[in-house]
């Protein structure tokens, strides 16, 4: 049998008024300590496609592709949303992500071509194929470590 290694961080939690502390339970701090997660670490996200930019450092991005499974729900609003998180794709840079991503959407307009009911829908899908580019506003090409040289498609 194997034995799964972990690291822990001890942490003290510093107030004001230690009678605070007494309002705290482990449910607020870990939601705390998501909430620091997610401000520091999602770049990126287009409500109207689901995708999702994610930057962790490299010594530890295996760690956080290996917790995407166990996301089953996203709470907003005090209304859970049912979800999964999809990893795609694990690049260097948020540039080689951009490309990837202009790659993939292309490749789901095709599959969807074929599908179309009518000849104006076929043009819109064209037309939204032709349009696939890379637009440098909104993003930023951030100096990262490559993850492999080819940056390989998951």
Known sequence: ?????????????NVLD???LLLLNDRVVADAVKDAVARIHVKYLNTYTGMVFLRFPKMCYELLWSALPFITSIETHRQKIPCFLNCLHIGGTMRTCQKFLIRYNTRQLHRMLPNCK???????????ILSCSLVQEGFEDEPDDAVDA???EV
């Not at 049998?1 to 939690?13: A, G, H, N, P, Q």
């Open 1 to 13: 049998m194997v034995r799964f290694k972990s690291r822990y961080l001890l942490c003290e939690i």
């Open 18 to 20: 230690r009678n605070s």
């Open 118 to 128: 009518n000849e104006e829908e076929k043009q819109q899908i064209r037309k939204a």
């Open 150 to 152: 080819d940056d390989d």
